[in-house]
């Protein structure tokens, strides 16, 4: 395992989702900062205060539980392929890069390099291809954090309340635990490889 974390490739990853997971929490930041400096509007008629925070406490919630349910399910079809030995990477993990979800078409081009290939995912066998899942995985659930935290400001901006501040204090805590390490990435790669022999071992019992 420690093999992997050596590799070109596997730094470039822990450095690409740091900046991302990075600018994600900068942008909340900031936009936390122009709502808070910006004058109060006046209270609003509703017969409930709270409202909105109300909705965004409920959106934020449902969001985090579907969310799990889905990068788990994500995670485990994974780990059941790596298993069953299916190593090839798909045409979405091959083509799949960072940058394209800002830019349509970015990463194209024949000199891009991906942040992993079929040759780096051959050469490092389970724990490469759990380290594209990590890859994708981070991505997702440091959106899943940062969608909620721009709701709630635009909630604070629309209808003042400190319980929407303390939401997204709590959120961009979220994002900071998000930011990806090398020891970070090291525990969930032993968990995961784990998970995966335990699979591959209960494979033959089931077939019986």
Not at 63 to 71: A, D, K, M, R
Not at 83 to 102: D, H, I, M, N
Not at 120 to 141: S, W, Y
Not at 143 to 167: D, K, S, T, Y
Request: charged share 20%; hydrophobic share 50%.
């Amino acid at each position: 395992m420690h093999a992997v974390l050596d590799t070109p490739e596997c730094s470039r990853m822990l450095r690409t989702l740091q900046i991302i997971v990075g600018a994600m929490i900068v942008g909340v930041v900031a936009f936390s900062i122009i709502v808070l400096c910006l004058p109060p509007r006046a209270p609003t008629s509703s017969p409930f205060q709270g409202l909105l925070l109300a909705i965004g406490v409920v959106f934020t919630l449902v969001e985090q539980v579907i969310g799990g349910l889905v990068t788990r399910a994500i995670l485990s079809g994974a780990r059941r392929g790596i298993a069953a030995g299916r190593q090839k990477p798909t045409e979405g993990q091959r083509a799949f890069s960072p940058v394209s979800l800002f830019l349509p078409g970015a990463g194209l081009g024949r000199t891009r390099k991906q942040p992993f290939d079929e040759v780096f995912l051959e050469r490092n066998g389970d724990a490469g291809r759990l380290c594209a899942e990590f890859h994708r995985l981070t991505i997702i659930n440091a959106a899943l954090l940062e969608g909620p935290a721009f709701f709630m400001l635009i909630a604070q901006q629309m209808e003042p309340h400190w319980g929407n501040l303390v939401v997204v204090g709590m959120l961009l805590g979220g994002l900071l635990l998000r930011i990806p390490t090398r020891a970070g990435l090291e525990r969930w790669l032993g968990e995961q490889l784990r998970v995966v022999e335990d699979l591959r071992a209960a494979r033959p019992l089931a077939a019986d």
